[in-house]
């Protein structure tokens, strides 16, 4: 650009003058009556923002109060929930406790009943027990005093009046020599026969006559004491 197109297109600054008045929107302009004081408005626009205050703070406080309603009864039912589910729980408690000591008391009643049987039974049991033992002792592993048989003999020989006539006595073989030695001589004045037998055990006899017969033998005490303890003891 030359020098003298430069110089056409120069233009001087002039500051705007503060006295023009601005030229101002109409649709921002207010228009308010003749006869409006600008006291009047404030009073308006502090009444609206007051309106306006006391509905929020209505609104907030209702809010604030519902709020604290639900809170209150929230905790109000919860509490009252707890209350109730201790009291419940309490009475079942007590209901299984009642139950409990009820099965206990029928066990312990039961377990007593159950223990008189067992003292009725047990004597029976070891009485048969202690028989049982004592004859598998006798009759296999222990010899048997002949002192006993003496003595037993010489007993029923002072009898006169068992058998008044001619009897027999029936011993073990093995113990006819033991017999004979020693009440031999009393066998044959009183006419009694001295006879073995196989079948009786070692330490028994047993008489026969034509009256009669008595068994002093093992196997017949035995039985005889076995008796004896079922009557004492019954099962």
Request: proline fraction near 3%; aromatic fraction near 6%; glycine fraction near 8%.
């Amino acid at each position: 650009m030359s020098d003298r197109e430069q110089k056409l297109n120069w233009q001087s600054w002039q500051p705007q003058s503060l006295l023009d008045e601005e030229t101002q929107p109409e649709d921002e302009i207010i228009h308010l009556p003749g006869d409006y004081q600008p006291d009047e408005l404030l009073q308006a626009e502090l009444s609206r923002l007051r309106q306006q205050a006391e509905k929020k703070g209505f609104a907030q406080g209702e809010s604030r109060g519902v709020e604290e309603g639900k809170k209150q009864g929230y905790e109000a039912g919860l509490s009252q929930g707890k209350k109730e589910g201790l009291e419940q729980g309490l009475s079942e408690a007590r209901e299984q406790q009642q139950e409990t000591g009820q099965r206990f008391s029928q066990l312990l009643e039961e377990f007593k009943v159950a223990l008189d049987n067992l003292d009725s039974v047990i004597p029976s049991r070891l009485v048969q027990l202690s028989l049982t033992a004592a004859r598998a002792i006798l009759g296999k592993n222990i010899v048997c005093d002949n002192a006993v048989l003496l003595e037993k003999i010489q007993q029923l020989l002072q009898q006169e009046t068992l058998f008044k006539g001619k009897a027999q006595l029936w011993v073990n073989p093995a113990d006819i020599a033991i017999v004979e030695q020693n009440v031999g001589k009393s066998l044959e004045s009183l006419g009694w026969e001295l006879r073995e037998d196989a079948q009786i055990l070692l330490g028994g006899c047993r008489i026969t006559s034509a009256e009669g017969e008595f068994d002093a033998t093992m196997t017949a005490r035995w039985q005889a004491l076995c008796e004896l303890a079922r009557e004492d003891y019954p099962a």
